[in-house]
């Protein structure tokens, strides 16, 4: 099995920073997966955010983050990071760490271990 435990959530005004992180253990767990970050606001479905790449050179972002977010990881530590800058309201949402399986990174189902969850809110 493999767990995912995020952290660095809260609350931040609009303009504002965050660093997520996502601490990953587990016997089933390597750090040849690619990881990504999802997010899920209320009453919308869950979204990509970004990945990362098992190396770390490889990144994907969602066009509503790019260019405000990063994403990175440290192997040595088995955890990814999320930068987040230049908060936005309508960045407000449960965010997750997820390990990747197969398929496109940008789609839900092609992540097999997911964390619970991290708040982010970001007041106006």
């Known amino acids: 099995q493999v767990q995912l435990v995020e952290s660095g959530g809260g609350l931040v005004q609009a303009g504002g920073s965050l660093r997520l992180s996502c601490a990953a253990s587990g016997r089933a767990f390597s750090s040849s997966y690619a990881m990504g970050w999802f997010r899920q606001a209320p009453g919308k479905e869950r979204e990509f955010v970004a990945a990362?790449?098992?190396?770390?050179?490889?990144?994907y972002y969602a066009s509503s983050v790019k260019g405000r977010f990063t994403i990175s990881r440290d192997n040595a530590k088995n955890t990814v990071y999320l930068q987040m800058n230049s908060l936005k309201p309508e960045d407000t949402a449960v965010y997750y760490c997820?390990?990747?399986?197969?398929?496109?990174?940008?789609?839900?189902?092609?992540?097999?271990?997911w964390g619970q969850g991290t708040q982010v809110t970001v007041s106006s």
């Open positions: 990362v790449g098992w190396s770390g050179v490889s990144t």
């Open positions: 997820a390990a990747h399986d197969s398929g496109s990174y940008y789609r839900v189902g092609s992540y097999r271990y």
